[in-house]
């Protein structure tokens, strides 16, 4: 295997493995009705004026299934729509206390998942791989605006 391609599966195996250990330490913290997907809904949300269509172009979606996504997210409470003060057809897109608790239960559960890492590659490896990978990343971190 050619070293692009090695490292490709790598990141993605990585991210996935990620991903899922976020999720389950979520779950655990009371929060076993979300799925990973809320997550990043969470951080667009969590950064304000925000709508649907503007979640839908965030998740990569169409505005069907971010509406459906928002539904569901109002529904089981974490996630509340206000009128847009200058459109009256659009909505903006607002976490509630349930919301913002999940979310911080995320950032805990990120940190935790990736101790490991920290551990097995050193304080300063793991900075420098933290830096590298932040240069790589066009759109910066994915995680909510505190």
Known sequence: MDDDLS????????????????????????????????????????????????????????????AQLVEELVRKGYVLRRPHPQDARARLLELTARGRAATHAADQAARAAVAPWREA??????????????????NGPIRPAW
């Open 121 to 138: 590659l050193g304080a300063e490896r793991f900075g420098a791989l933290a830096t590298d990978l932040a240069r790589l990343a066009p």
């Open 7 to 66: 490292f490709s599966t790598l990141v993605l195996a990585l991210s996935g493995q990620l991903v899922q250990e976020i999720h389950t330490r979520v779950a655990a913290q009371g929060f076993a009705d979300l799925r990973p997907v809320h997550g990043f809904a969470f951080a667009r949300i969590s950064r304000g004026e925000v709508t649907t269509a503007d979640l839908a172009g965030h998740l990569g979606v169409t505005k069907q299934a971010a």
